[in-house]
Structure formats: C-alpha cells, structure tokens
C-alpha cells in the first residue's frame, strides 16, 4: 500500500541486526493451537502488519488472549499488503477453509487510493459497497461470525494524489460507507478512532511518517484495542 511517499533510509548494520533477530524469533517454539476456535483477521497491510511476525499486532493479540483465555483462541493473520475489497472478496473461500469461528475484516486503505495517472480510486465507492456487501454475506450464509473494523484516522495523509486531492479526503467516503453499512446490518465493530480518542493515544508514535501504517508500537496499541472491543462487543463469550 504506497499511497503517500516516504523517504526511507537504510543503515546496513542495524537492518543487519534486525535480519538476526528476526531469525531468532522463528526458531522460538510455538504453543499448540489443536482444538482452539480460530479468529481469522483478514485485511490488507494494516492487517498484515509487519515483515517480522514478532511485531504484528495480530501476534500481540494472541499473546493478550493466550493470558485472558488459555488454550481458547488461535489467531490467524490473513492480510496481504495492497488488497482491495475485490481482492479480499475472492479470497473468502480460502478462509472458509480454516475452519473460523470469527473473522475480523479490515478493508478499504486500498480502494480509496488514486494512482499518479488516474482521476478515480482504484475500487470505485459503488464497487467497495458492493464487494463489503458480498463478503459479510459469505461468512454469514457459511454460519461464520464476523466483525468489521472501522479503520483509524488518516489526516496526517495529506499528499495530493491523481484526482489533485488528499488521500485523507479521497478516504473519507469509504469510511462513512464502512459505518453506515454496520450500523444498518448490526455487524459488530472495531470502532479505532473511537478507542484512539478514548484511550488517548498519541497518533505521531502510532502510526509511520506515511500517516497509515502502523509503527511497531503502534501495532501493540493496535492488538490492546482490538482486545477491548471483542470484550465490549462480547465475540469472546462462547469460551468464558
């Protein structure tokens, strides 16, 4: 998802270090997940966080279940950078697949995006509502649960795109129609800029110089919230 440029600088000691660590942390042993209800996140880089799987979110979301609900719940990370909602919408079946008793979707970054040569978004608004639409049905005809994430504020993205308007602007739409949708069909959802507001977070150390990607401590405070809307929504009631 590259929708606001960033000069990026690599030091080639420390990426060095990073590349050391990183594997260090895969050859740590992995608790078993036979027999946990499965929550599929299913999004694009939002959801798919980051390169190392040790600073994911959706990885610090199964450490804070695995301490309030031992042994209940297998959290799988099926974000992919650069989905749109079409994209997202054909890969319904392979999650269906793994067998999920809840599926968190987190959509839309990508729809919203005008390329450099182009005068429309990538997904059109009718498009976005018709895939959202397509998606929430599938889960639902296959008795899958699901909750819909309200994605967190982007006004820090404020560079001009194609169409010669703000990321942020070009956004809006396709949150409001994200919010309209749940509020009409009672899905529930992860309402971030709510928690972000309620919980105070300071948006410079959440999110990268980009102002839509998540920084690593952004990804903890990201995994924090999420928790406390799937307690405030009551999706985790079934293994209390």
Not at 161 to 174: D, K
Not at 186 to 197: A, S
Request: hydrophobic share 40%; glycine share 8%.
């Amino acid at each position: 998802m590259q929708h606001c440029r960033v000069k990026t600088i690599l030091f080639p000691s420390l990426f060095g270090l990073v590349v050391l660590i990183g594997a260090g942390v895969m050859f740590f042993k992995q608790p078993d997940m036979t027999g946990r209800k499965r929550i599929v996140c299913l999004g694009d880089s939002i959801t798919w966080g980051s390169r190392l799987a040790y600073f994911r979110w959706t990885t610090h979301l199964q450490k804070k279940l695995n301490q309030k609900h031992p042994m209940q719940w297998h959290v799988i990370n099926a974000g992919i950078n650069g989905n749109t909602s079409g994209m997202i919408r054909d890969r319904v079946s392979n999650v269906l697949a793994l067998d999920p008793t809840l599926v968190i979707l987190q959509m839309g970054f990508n729809d919203a995006h005008v390329p450099e040569t182009a005068e429309q978004s990538r997904v059109t608004l009718d498009d976005f509502s018709k895939h959202l639409a397509g998606i929430v049905s599938a889960f639902e005809d296959a008795g899958v649960g699901i909750a819909i994430v309200i994605n967190h504020p982007v006004d820090r993205c404020n560079i001009k795109q194609g169409n010669g308007v703000a990321y942020a602007q070009n956004y809006a739409p396709y949150q409001a129609t994200l919010r309209s949708f749940c509020k009409r069909k009672q899905i529930p959802i992860i309402d971030m800029p709510r928690l972000l507001e309620q919980h105070q977070v300071d948006m410079t150390s959440f999110l990268r110089e980009d102002g839509l990607h998540l920084t690593h401590q952004g990804n903890r405070i990201y995994a924090q919230l999420m928790e406390t809307a799937l307690q405030e929504q009551g999706l985790l009631r079934t293994q209390q």
